[in-house]
């Protein structure tokens, strides 16, 4: 059995009882751990992807490759109670508890671990057209009741919801962590003051309008603009 836990909001927790069991980390997150006798854990690089499928784990790794999803993922594999821990550049961890069925889309950098119920997936949601992010997210789907997704946020996350409000929520790509339900549409800011450079720098939304719920996480920091070099 997998419980994922939240220790000092910049560390994720992950207990195993009882062992013969796995998850899936970003490589080099883990920083510690500890066992009753010998260790029991231990890591190996994903070279394809997280599917059970090998079909589906090879198209999963072209996707990712090519849209620059290609997150580098550790499996890691239990054989007996222990507790490890992990981080990343001390960020902030947030975990979400996936209904059956239910669907979290959350950026490949954000994306710090999830357990084996959780099916893994490149999703295109046609949007990124001068956001670098957004045209393709990483999506976990709840398989089981221990589905389980701990992601990263730069800075104390804030949270929108429009699940009980019907609000419209609008929300920076660059900022955005992760979200549920419904995709965004996209919604584009231009007249003629971009012409001659005087934009406001915000040209450019994710948008869910009252008919598309969703809770979305966002951080207090937008990602840069580098280019991703894919090795």
Known sequence: MIDFKVINELCLMITCTGGNDHVFTKAGAFIGGECMGAKNFKFTKVMLGPQQNIGRAILGQLARRVTGENLPLMKVEFSGDSTTYYADRQQHVIIYHLQQGESLYVESENLLAFTNQCEYTVRFIGQGIISQKGLFTSKLTGNGSNAMVA???????IVMSNMNTGATLTADPDAIVCWTNSDPTFTLDVSWRNLIGQHSGESYMFEWSGNR?????????ERSHDLHIID
């Not at 992601?151 to 996350?157: A, F, H, I, W």
């Not at 719920?213 to 920091?221: A, C, D, K, N, V």
């Open 151 to 157: 992601v990263l946020c730069d800075g104390n996350p």
């Open 213 to 221: 719920r969703t809770s979305i996480l966002i951080q207090p920091s």
